[in-house]
């Protein structure tokens, strides 16, 4: 078969299997990473808010910086970032936990160090029941004395 007609043969099949259009098939087939070209196939395959090359590539590239390490320490990546605290998961002592708790068996593994970090608050016990999302409604009751 010579290279013209599988190629067309490719770009074909590519058209009708993803629901894309030509030039996006074109994109796809001669993307320079197989691996990522793959990832992309999938991505357009399943996401249905994911309907050309440029999305696929996009979505991949985001995908990517979130993934990426922020702290050697913790080993905590962009996308396990805590709101509440400076970054990564080496610093927990003022927040209330919760993404902490979420990643704590990464952390322990990628530090060694195997402790129970609390991640519920002492006071009203908000999150000592294993649910990491329950409030801490401490703030509340000072808010309440002292509009009485």
Known sequence: MPKNHA???????LKVELGIKHSCAIALLDHPDADEQGTL???LAEY???TTYKEAVDFLRREQ?????MCENCGWTFSMVCPECPGCGCYNG???GWRHWEYQA???????EYGSSSAHCDECGAGSSGN???ECVCYDEDEEGQAA
Request: with cysteine; hydrophobic share 30%; net charge negative.
């Open 132 to 134: 990491p999302y329950e």
């Open 65 to 69: 910086d979130l993934n990426q390490v």
């Open 94 to 96: 003022e927040c209330s």
């Open 106 to 112: 990464q952390m322990d593994a990628a530090t060694g």
């Open 48 to 50: 249905v808010d994911i």
């Open 7 to 13: 190629r067309k043969k490719a770009l074909a099949d």
């Open 41 to 43: 196939e999938r991505y």
